[in-house]
């Protein structure tokens, strides 16, 4: 085995998701805890400990509690080395979220135990679903009370479509949780209600053994052998084929915030996990192990140093090795670019690497030469495909508000944009700038930032629209018609490319109606 194929065998590089609240950041943070990338977990909530989750390091992710931006953490573990990308819960975000998914060769999928599966989480799962992606869930909260987690597991089959397979099954839950049974092990791991140690477990192969009733009492004791008799008898036994086709999601019980249970779904993760897989591009299939350098960005990161106005590129390499120094092509340029200071990070701490492998995520400074989407390779061209953006349901005219800053302004909104944050229209009819977003979340974030990073202050105007959607031709004459027919409605985007603003429903589809040779998208990766 070469030294290429054993650095990409051991890479794990994997998003964890979740409706907010679930327990995310904190399940992440006690993963880097036991990678040994941090050394004390703070209580992300609580404000005794100022050091809050090395993953939120936007300030304004400080104040509202909430991941905003996705982050990237790697760290090596038991001879592995693990890229883990913490990805946004709140909806305002999801497009963050989306595209972080088409970087990442597995997920893991937190649910939280009184709350079961939520809205957020159903659609991230079809994300995981239609790209084919192995997916783990881990159970969250168990010290609290909540569903009983035989309905749970039926809950998750027929919201996320998935077959699933407890690899932990839990002894009670709240104020009685006892602890689990680790069934992929054989172990019997015991709960003892602590935010900093890790719980001890004992080998435990034959269920059967009287010996189960000193660690729980007859009576648990009783019950987990009814309950795991019940498991084998009704999911079928677990195979990792299965799961790494993405057919069958392996599930695990625990609280992050007491440690518990999430040593023993990081110990299966990387057993188990996929290393990096081969990624299809417009020309061919990338194979990771055989190609020379290759990779994309999924997203755009300004300001990671308040200091310094500059923009980091996120780079998924998907074949081969990256070193630096040395001349890759940019391929929508088509011109060679070196780089001598590409980045690994541990959230905003960054180190400088020198090489970095197929599955690894590197940080590379930017001055304006990437866009979302765009390639880096050794040489050859190639195109890899599927990072959508959609088309946005919120609109506001961006005004400035303090005359003196105009510069800092359109070079701050220019920025943001090109983070894919949010979408930037320019009315052709009166010329104004209009900002689309998912959600409103998004206006706060974008002005909040304006305001501290860039030094410069936005109004917004209000502006009534129902959807933003591009459009072409084949017939350039029927595009000219078109826009002169509904110039009042005529948007460029940040590309140049024509959008249609249509304020209603009915609007939008009597123009579909109307002009039967425009074709209207809603999503701009055509």
């Not at 209580?43 to 809050?52: E, G």
């Not at 900093?196 to 004791?221: C, R, W, Y």
């Not at 930017?366 to 959508?388: Q, R, S, V, W, Y």
Request: proline share 4%; hydrophobic share 35%; net charge negative.
């Amino acid at each position: 085995m070469s030294e290429l194929t054993n650095e990409i065998h051991r890479r794990r590089t994997f998003a964890i998701v979740s409706h907010p609240d679930a327990g995310k950041t904190t399940l992440t943070e006690k993963l880097l805890l036991f990678g040994g990338a941090i050394h004390v977990a703070g209580a992300v909530k609580s404000n005794k400990i100022k050091k809050t989750a090395t993953s939120d390091w936007m300030e304004i992710e400080k104040q509202r509690g909430i991941s905003v931006a996705t982050s990237v953490m790697g760290f090596d573990y038991d001879g592995y080395k693990i890229n883990i990308l913490d990805t946004p819960g709140h909806q305002d975000f999801a497009e963050d979220t989306y595209r972080t998914l088409t970087a990442v060769d597995s997920v893991i999928i937190v649910v939280d135990i009184a709350k079961g599966v939520e809205a957020q989480t159903r659609k991230l799962m079809e994300v995981c679903r239609m790209r084919k992606t192995p997916v783990m869930i881990f159970v969250n909260k168990m010290d609290r009370d909540g569903k009983d987690p035989f309905d749970l597991l039926d809950e998750l089959e027929q919201e996320l479509k998935i077959h699933v397979r407890p690899l932990s099954w839990p002894i009670d839950m709240g104020v009685k949780f006892k602890g689990v049974y680790n069934i992929f092990e054989e172990k019997l791991d015991l709960y003892t209600p602590s935010k900093q140690t890790v719980t001890e477990s004992i080998q435990f192969k034959d269920i059967n053994n009287p010996e189960l009733e000193n660690h729980i009492g007859s009576d648990m004791a009783e019950r987990l052998r009814a309950d795991l008799e019940l498991i084998e008898g009704v999911y079928p036994e677990f195979d990792v084929n299965t799961y790494l086709k993405g057919d069958i999601a392996p599930v695990f019980f625990g609280s992050a915030l007491n440690n518990f249970g999430v040593k023993e779904l990081l110990d299966c993760f990387v057993r188990i996990a996929p290393s990096p897989r081969p990624v299809a591009a417009e020309e061919r299939e990338v194979n990771p192990e055989k190609d020379p350098f290759s990779g994309f960005i999924f997203k755009i990161h300004a300001n990671m140093d308040p200091n310094h106005r500059s923009c980091i590129a996120f780079l998924k390499i998907c074949s081969g090795k990256f070193e630096r120094n040395t001349n890759y092509k940019h391929v929508r340029f088509n011109k060679q670019m070196k780089f001598s200071s590409a980045t690994a990070f541990m959230a905003q701490k960054k180190e400088t690497v020198d090489e970095a492998y197929a599955g690894d995520i590197i940080g590379l400074p930017d001055t304006g030469n990437f866009k979302i989407g765009d390639t880096l390779t050794a040489g050859e061209i190639l195109h890899f495909k599927g990072l959508p953006s959609f088309s946005p349901e919120m609109f506001k005219y961006i005004e400035n508000a303090d005359p003196m800053k105009t510069k800092q302004l359109s070079k701050g909104i220019d920025q943001l944009m090109d983070e894919g944050v949010a979408q930037l229209f320019i009315h052709q009819y009166n010329g104004r700038k209009i900002i689309g977003t998912v959600g409103q979340l998004q206006f706060e974030v974008i002005q909040y930032r304006l305001l501290h990073e860039y030094g410069a202050q936005c109004k917004w105007d209000p502006i009534h629209l129902y959807k933003a959607c591009w459009i072409e031709s084949d017939s350039q004459e029927a595009l000219d018609n078109f826009k002169k027919r509904k110039y009042q409605y005529i948007a460029v985007d940040k590309e140049g490319r024509d959008v249609f603003l249509a304020d209603s429903n009915y609007v939008l589809q009597m123009a579909q109606q109307d002009f039967p040779d425009i074709r209207f998208h809603f999503s701009s990766e055509f």
